[in-house]
């Protein structure tokens, strides 16, 4: 893969968005709630994750084991400290294995994978009622972008002295190609860009990935008052030869101008 991440303040007093990648794992972690608490969860699960998601073969339970010892650790963190109790991130990640992709997030951080070809895309569906009623056409993404409650969501992962654990959602993805995209941000991205003018740019024939995330964050300074973070990679040939490539339900990125 080739890979460019940046991580921005915006217009908030501290950055809360942890950014971490390597050569088979990108992520994107958001700290929820203000203060120093949401800052230490988003690093704390995307240090663990990144430090420890190769330690068996790679396949759903054990992706879910692996989130479930990331909370673990901030719920050690918050027996152990008082204030702590209540902290809590969302997280947004990619796993490279060698069939497949594996994507796990929990909240409102989000992955876009992008094929600009064929002008199609699939993307994770934030964990909040304002998504659950864009899915079920009750309200369009434009109406969800500025609705009351877009800001709410139903799961993170939050430190707790019951040492209790959510579970985030994976999924499998095969047929991606060369040339294919994969774009995970924080929601402070999605503040400045309708998932229509995001995906078109990021499907762009005249701009290179480097130019994309450029044009992508001096909007975001512009415009978003949360911090903003995003990681964008493009695969190469190498990194999706053995991909089985069972199908993977795409959507045109024209059809979501009227939906």
């Not at 994107?28 to 190769?54: H, M, P, R, T, W």
């Not at 901030?74 to 152990?80: E, F, G, I, S």
Request: aromatic content about 8%.
């Amino acid at each position: 893969m080739i890979v460019y991440s940046y991580s921005h303040i915006g217009k908030k007093k501290n950055n809360e968005d942890a950014l971490q990648f390597n050569e088979r794992c990108l992520l994107i972690c958001d700290g929820v709630g203000g203060g120093v608490k949401g800052e230490l969860a988003s690093k704390e699960v995307s240090n663990y994750i990144l430090q420890n998601f190769d330690n068996e073969p790679l396949n759903e339970p054990s992706l879910i084991e692996l989130a479930r010892k990331a909370q673990n650790q901030l719920n050690n963190l918050a027996c152990n400290e008082a204030g702590l109790d209540g902290m809590a991130t969302t997280i947004a990640a990619i796993f490279l294995t060698k069939t497949g992709l594996f994507t796990m997030h929990a909240g409102d951080s989000r992955v876009f994978f992008v094929k600009p070809r064929k002008k199609k895309f699939w993307q994770t569906w934030d964990h909040s009622l304002v998504s659950s009623l864009v899915r079920s056409g009750e309200i369009t993404r434009e109406q969800a972008r500025k609705h009351p409650l877009n800001n709410q969501i139903n799961k993170a992962f939050i430190a707790n002295l019951k040492n209790s654990t959510i579970e985030p959602e994976i999924h499998l993805l095969s047929d991606l190609e060369e040339g294919d995209i994969c774009f995970i941000c924080s929601d402070g991205v999605l503040e400045a860009f309708s998932d229509y003018e995001l995906l078109s740019l990021l499907s762009e024939d005249n701009l290179d990935l480097k130019e994309k995330l450029e044009h992508i964050k001096e909007r975001c300074k512009k415009e978003s008052r949360d911090n903003h973070s995003a990681i964008i990679a493009v695969f190469e040939q190498k990194d999706i030869i053995f991909f089985s490539h069972y199908p993977t339900n795409w959507s045109l990125i024209d059809y979501i101008v009227t939906s």
